[in-house]
């Protein structure tokens, strides 16, 4: 799980920073205290959810978080094709954000794909805000708590993130899309 353990040790700069405990900082982010400590640790998934909550909740940038720079641009960033930045926050989804020069962005824009995997294999997530996607390429299962619905090229979906949800790819393809969280 090494992509978590150079997020983990800026999770708990912020939190120690702020002088927060980690039950201080649980019922801040509305998660049990195991949670956060569990993200700390460098040895659990980290969703993009969960700092999202932590950057705005720290008024820290997400690019900050994620990477340890500092965006810089607040007129306007232009990133071009093949040049997002790249998350490392799950093994089986590659995310690169687009929005990570900005300074004091409103919302976080991503470009998504997703292998095909088993149904059983998807794991569900949720988060505060609100999430728009926009497949690009391939079809695309999108659990909404619990209940499928299928997404093609062109068609988008725009929800409330903290519905559990779970993504894959379908026909035995990977799936490409924008993501933009809220």
């Not at 956060?36 to 705005?56: F, K, Q």
């Not at 300074?103 to 824009?109: F, K, L, V």
Request: charged letters at 30%; proline letters at 5%.
């Amino acid at each position: 799980m090494e992509q978590y353990k150079d997020i983990a040790p800026r999770l708990i700069g912020l939190r120690e920073g702020i002088g927060w405990t980690p039950g201080e900082m649980a019922d801040l982010l509305g998660v049990s205290e195991e949670t956060v400590t569990g993200y700390e640790s460098g040895a659990m998934e980290i969703p993009v959810g969960y700092m999202l909550d932590v950057s705005r909740l720290c008024r820290v940038d997400l690019t900050t978080l994620i990477s340890g720079r500092e965006p810089h641009l607040k007129s306007y960033s232009l990133v071009r094709k093949e040049e997002g930045f790249s998350v490392d926050r799950r093994a089986d989804y590659d995310y690169k954000s687009l929005g990570y020069k900005f300074a004091g962005r409103q919302m976080e824009p991503f470009l998504i794909c997703v292998p095909p995997k088993g149904g059983d294999d998807m794991v569900e997530t949720a988060h505060r805000g609100q999430e728009f996607i926009y497949v690009l390429e391939g079809r695309l299962e999108i659990r909404m708590a619990g209940e499928p619905l299928i997404v093609e090229a062109g068609d988008s979906l725009y929800f409330n993130s903290e519905t559990p949800h779970a993504l894959r790819g379908l026909d035995g393809k990977e799936v490409k899309f924008l993501d933009v969280i809220l």
